[in-house]
């Protein structure tokens, strides 16, 4: 007798929030107790090797509106191109240097903000180098599946101009919205979830 399968159904999506911040950053909540600092805090201490640099930015809806309740991740190489991950099978990443960071957006001004190093490139999949890059990935409100995008340095244009991802964004006007700006060595990098300057997004 053939023994009947019982398939789970799918879970519905649900949103992200209102309660990501409790869970992934209590701390800035104001629920203590959990972890001394919310995880993804820090990425950088005075050992660790690289030029170091500020990676900010806000996010903005369809209508333009600063979106304040905002949770951003960035992962991202160390300064000569090797992650914090023990998939690395190309050396040793810097051990004074996490690779990954999380910080809410204000709810004042909607800014998030890491304190981190210049990556390194690293290869694409086919082995030609990718230009430095820092990953985002976003939740908030309203958003059922967390968004991934790029960010990439404005003075890395030759390396930019090679990039295997880049190369294969179809309409090339919408590069731009994963190029950040820069003052200094704080660069800025603001994300639009839709309308005009809608920031591309990556289904990994």
Request: hydrophobic content about 35%.
């Amino acid at each position: 007798m053939v023994q009947e399968l019982r398939y789970l159904k799918e879970t519905p999506s649900q949103t992200a929030g209102p309660y990501v911040h409790i869970g992934l950053t209590p701390n800035f909540c104001g629920i203590g107790g959990v972890y001394d600092a919310d995880l993804g805090t820090s990425m950088i201490n005075e050992k660790t090797i690289g030029e170091r640099i500020t990676v900010r930015g806000r996010i903005f809806d369809g209508a333009d509106t600063l979106v304040k309740d905002a949770v951003v991740e960035i992962w991202q190489a160390d300064s000569v191109g090797l992650y914090n991950s023990p998939s690395e099978l190309r050396g040793t990443a810097d051990p004074n240097f996490t690779g990954w960071g999380r910080c809410p957006t204000s709810a004042e001004d909607g800014v998030f903000s890491f304190e981190t190093v210049k990556p390194g490139r690293v290869p694409y999949k086919d082995g030609r180098r990718m230009a430095p890059h820092v990953t985002l990935w976003i939740v908030a409100r309203g958003i059922n599946i967390g968004l991934h995008t790029r960010m990439y340095f404005p003075d890395e244009a030759e390396a930019n101009s090679g990039d295997p991802l880049l190369a294969r964004i179809e309409h090339r006007d919408r590069v731009a919205t994963l190029i950040a700006s820069q003052v200094g060595s704080v660069y800025t990098f603001d994300v639009h979830l839709q309308g005009d300057k809608e920031t591309v997004f990556l289904d990994i």
